[in-house]
């Protein structure tokens, strides 16, 4: 009667939060004792609940008994078929009470109330950074560890996270599945999509609080504001100059090494970085992309181009 009526008469005695069923109170009360009755057989892993533990024993047999019926793709439990149909019907159940967003997944919208209510419970126990969900906690503490489980199987390249793996093999398939609509252009990386939108929208979500000057990336701002700060900490450990940016140390430091990655496929000549070689390989094509507005030059350069412009500030009487 207790699941017709609602009522809720089992307590837990340190949280307060009730059950309308014993077993479930059980449940609840391993998450305070940590306790793991059920030890998988074939690795070291141990379980809260039998089910998570049968769910486990797939990922050793490759077992997936619950399989997609418009796309065929298998899953190893029941929820992760129920969330993956959501990406053909596209429906969103979960919906926030504070703003308009929904949500196919239920740990997104618990996930998403946290940006509204700034809640960060899972804490370093190594530095002072705290996490809204305990799956970034997870993966930051890798940066303590140096620990990185994601290893490519062509290269041995290894990952701190899943998503970086999975991005990576994509530079050796040359697979871009993320393409843009309104251009020709393809991505590796979803969020690199949605960053490229941002050229064609003009939107600029990130604002300095200085100077109001906006970015459409985030790394963008950060690196914008250090010209306010003066912070440069990138530190080259070969001589004493410090950068700002992460990337003009990396190419600094190879002025120290002399190495020189960016090659022409022509003349077989080298650079340190990209946009040399671009500028270079234009003395081979003889294209001119930077034309002048005033007359008729156009320049292999955007630098020589805004030298050329500066003649005709100086010819006006």
Same mark, same amino acid.
Request: proline share 3%; with cysteine; glycine share 4%.
């Given at each position: ?135 970034? #906690?997870?993966? @930051?503490? !890798?940066?303590?560890?140096?620990? /990185?489980? &994601?290893? $490519?199987? =062509?290269? %041995? +390249?290894? *990952? ?88 003009? #140390?990396?190419? @600094?430091? !190879?002025?120290?090494?002399?190495? /020189?990655? &960016?090659? $022409?496929? =022509?003349? %077989? +000549?080298? *650079? ?46």
């Amino acid at each position: 009667m207790k699941t017709h009526t609602g009522e809720k008469v089992y307590q837990c005695n340190q949280c307060n939060k009730a059950f309308g069923d014993k077993s479930n109170l059980t449940r609840h009360q391993r998450t305070h004792t940590g306790e793991k009755s059920y030890h998988c057989s074939q690795c070291a892993k141990a379980f809260s609940e039998k089910y998570t533990l049968k769910n486990h024993m797939r990922t050793h047999t490759g077992e997936k008994p619950y399989q997609c019926i418009q796309c065929n793709k298998a899953f190893t439990d029941k929820n992760h078929l129920i969330r993956h149909l959501r990406t053909h019907s596209r429906e969103k159940p979960y919906q926030c009470s504070i703003c308009d967003k929904a949500f196919t997944h239920k740990f997104n919208l618990i996930n998403h109330h946290k940006t509204h209510t700034g809640e960060k419970p899972y804490k370093c126990s190594q530095c002072n950074k705290a996490f809204s969900q305990t799956c970034n #906690l997870k993966i @930051h503490t !890798r940066a303590h560890t140096g620990e /990185k489980p &994601y290893q $490519c199987h =062509q290269c %041995n +390249k290894a *990952f701190g996270e899943k998503r970086d793996l999975i991005c990576h093999q994509r530079t050796h398939t040359g697979e871009k599945p993320y393409h843009c609509t309104k251009c020709v252009k393809a991505f590796l990386q979803k969020r690199t999509l949605k960053k490229h939108m941002r050229t064609h929208t003009g939107e600029k979500p990130y604002q300095c609080n200085q100077c109001h000057k906006a970015f459409g990336r985030k790394c963008e701002l950060i690196c914008h504001q250090r010209t306010h700060t003066g912070e440069k900490p990138y530190q080259c450990s070969q001589c004493d100059k410090a950068f700002s940016q992460g990337y003009t #140390l990396k190419i @600094h430091t !190879r002025t120290h090494t002399g190495e /020189k990655p &960016y090659q $022409c496929h =022509q003349c %077989n +000549k080298a *650079f340190i970085e990209k946009c040399d070689l671009i500028c270079h390989i234009r003395t081979h094509t003889e294209e001119t992309p930077y034309q002048c507005s005033k007359c008729d030059k156009a320049f292999t350069q955007k630098s020589k181009l805004k030298s050329h412009q500066r003649t005709h500030y100086r010819d006006k009487p």
